[in-house]
Structure formats: C-alpha cells, structure tokens
Antibody
Framework: EVQLVESGGGLVQPGGSLRLSCAAS????????MNWVRQAPGKGLEWVSY????????YYADSVKGRFTISRDNAKNSLYLQMNSLRAEDTAVYYC????????????WGQGTLVTVSS | QSVLTQPPSVSGAPGQRVTISCTGS?????????VHWYQQLPGTAPKLLIY???NRPSGVPDRFSGSKSGTSASLAITGLQAEDEADYYC????????????FGTGTKVTVL
C-alpha cells in the first residue's frame, strides 16, 4: 500500500524552528517528485514547496522562501521540511504529497501534521 | 492568495447535479496546464478526485466528472449523495510563479 506519514509537528514560539518529516512506503520513493502543502485552520490549501526526485530542483512559495528548506533522503525514503523564523501565519496542518509521474497532480497525501506557532 | 477562483459554496438536493467552476488566467489554465480536483471530507486529508482535466482515478465513482475550456475548468457531480458533502479544490500549474503549483480557493458542497 502506498503510504505517506508525516511527523514532527507541534507548538513552537514565534521566531522558532521545527523540522517536519514524511516517511514514504509502498513505492519507489526515489522515482517521484514530492511536495509540501499546508492548510491553515478553517482555510484552503496552499502549496508550500516542491523537490524533484533527485533533489536537484527545488521550488518554494513566496510566503516561505528564505525561511523554509525542503530536502529528501532517498536512502531513507524520507522527505523533510526545515522551518525557521516561524510566524503565527505559518500555523497550519502540513501535508506531504507525492506528485504524479506525468503531470503535477498530488496523490497520495499523508494524514498531515499540525504546526502551531504561538507564544 | 489563490490564483484559481472557485465559488465558496454550492448546494443541492440528493440526486441533483451540481457544478463547481475553477477560473484561472492565461498563465495557468489558459496556458494549457492540466487541472486536477481534490475532495476533502471533514477532518481528513485531501484525496485526488480528477486528474488531467477529466480522468478519474480507480475507485472514484463516475458521478464525478471534470472538464476544461479556455481559462476555466469545471467539476460536475451528478446524482448527488449525502457522502459527497465535502470541500473541493482545483489545482493547476502557474508559469508566472517559478515552479508554482497553485490551488483554487475551495468550494464547500452541501447536500440539502
């Protein structure tokens, strides 16, 4: 079964850091592009970051550029999101999602991990 | 700030047909990029519903259909059922924003 499981969320103070992880199983992780998508409480979906299968190409949404870093370890079947200089507006459920092989749809998604930025 | 605009809500009685629009621009849908749709049931992660404008993944009922024309796309649900009550999002790619995958604003479907 193809599965993505996020971890690492929690409560952090403004200006703090947090590292999210996404463990992949049931497919050849190294062959797929991956993304992080977030959803603030009661709000819509917001794409956060993309990483190519090899890790050589990376993109970020303007809202997180310079503060967040996406990475992956294909040997460990894992995706990461290092989040620094966190702000209240970064409070959200963060999902990792696999990108389609031909076009950029997202399937599957993990169950999400909640990040709360508050003092 | 989403670049794809959807109506905040649509509603219909069981058995009826509802449609959700997704309006973009010349840098995303109008540029020929595919549109994908997701269903998000309350308290759960989004699930792929339609990919490549009009294709259904295995297991998605044929009550759901997608189409695309010009700078817009649509999702139709025919024979509306109570379990279809959820949030729906469109998604595409935007060439004006480096590497940017973009989502629609989201639509809440209510079954009356």
């Amino acid at each position: 079964e193809v599965q993505l499981v996020e971890s690492g969320g929690g409560l952090v103070q403004p200006g703090g850091s947090l590292r999210l992880s996404c463990a992949a199983s049931g497919f050849t992780f190294s062959s797929y592009e991956m993304n992080w998508v977030r959803q603030a409480p009661g709000k819509g979906l917001e794409w956060v970051s993309y990483i190519s299968s090899s890790g050589s190409t990376i993109y970020y949404a303007d809202s997180v550029k310079g503060r967040f870093t996406i990475s992956r370890d294909n040997a460990k079947n894992s995706l990461y999101l290092q989040m620094n200089s966190l702000r209240a507006e970064d409070t959200a459920v963060y999902y990792c999602a696999r990108e389609g092989t031909v076009k950029n749809w997202f399937d599957p998604w993990g169950q999400g991990t909640l990040v709360t930025v508050s003092s | 700030q989403s670049v794809l605009t959807q109506p905040p809500s649509v509603s219909g009685a069981p058995g009826q047909r509802v449609t959700i629009s997704c309006t973009g621009s010349s840098s995303n849908i109008g540029a020929g990029y595919d549109v994908h749709w997701y269903q998000q049931l309350p308290g759960t992660a989004p699930k792929l519903l339609i990919y490549g404008n009009s294709n259904r993944p295995s297991g998605v009922p044929d009550r759901f259909s997608g189409s695309k024309s010009g700078t817009s796309a649509s999702l139709a649900i025919t024979g509306l059922q109570a379990e279809d009550e959820a949030d729906y999002y469109c998604q595409s790619y935007d060439s004006s924003l480096s590497g940017s995958r973009v989502f629609g604003t989201g639509t809440k479907v209510t079954v009356l």
